[in-house]
């Protein structure tokens, strides 16, 4: 059973910064493109950023210029840089690895943008 470990949410006020980091052990990290989404009350899970194994990566508009996505193979890691956080981001982020038929999230980190 395949889990990802999602880290590093939490409150932070408007303007300020978090990074979420997500392990991903027991499987080969370097094939999968990994994804980071986010879903608010009421609304549903929407992609924030992904990443392929090429480096090739896109993101939702409403973040562009503010969240930045990067993996590290060696560590089977995948990162979610966020910057000039809105309270609109206040959401649980969940992180996803997709390769061929596999399909992997994580459980969730919470993140909160409030004063």
């Known amino acids: 059973q395949v889990q990802l470990v999602e880290s590093g949410g939490g409150l932070v006020q408007p303007g300020g910064s978090l990074r979420l980091s997500c392990a991903a052990p027991?499987?080969?990290?370097?094939?999968?493109?990994m994804g980071w989404y986010r879903q608010a009350p009421g609304k549903q899970r929407e992609l924030v950023a992904a990443?392929?194994?090429?480096?090739?990566?896109n993101y939702t508009d409403s973040v562009k210029g503010r969240f930045t996505i990067s993996r590290d193979n060696a560590k089977n890691t995948v990162y979610l840089q966020m910057n000039s956080l809105k309270p609109e981001d206040t959401a649980v982020y969940y992180c996803?690895?997709?390769?061929?038929?596999?399909?992997?999230w994580g459980q969730g980190t919470q993140v909160t943008v409030s004063s």
């Open positions: 996803n690895a997709r390769f061929s038929a596999h399909d992997y």
């Open positions: 027991g499987i080969i990290f370097s094939l999968h493109t």
């Open positions: 990443i392929t194994r090429s480096i090739n990566t």
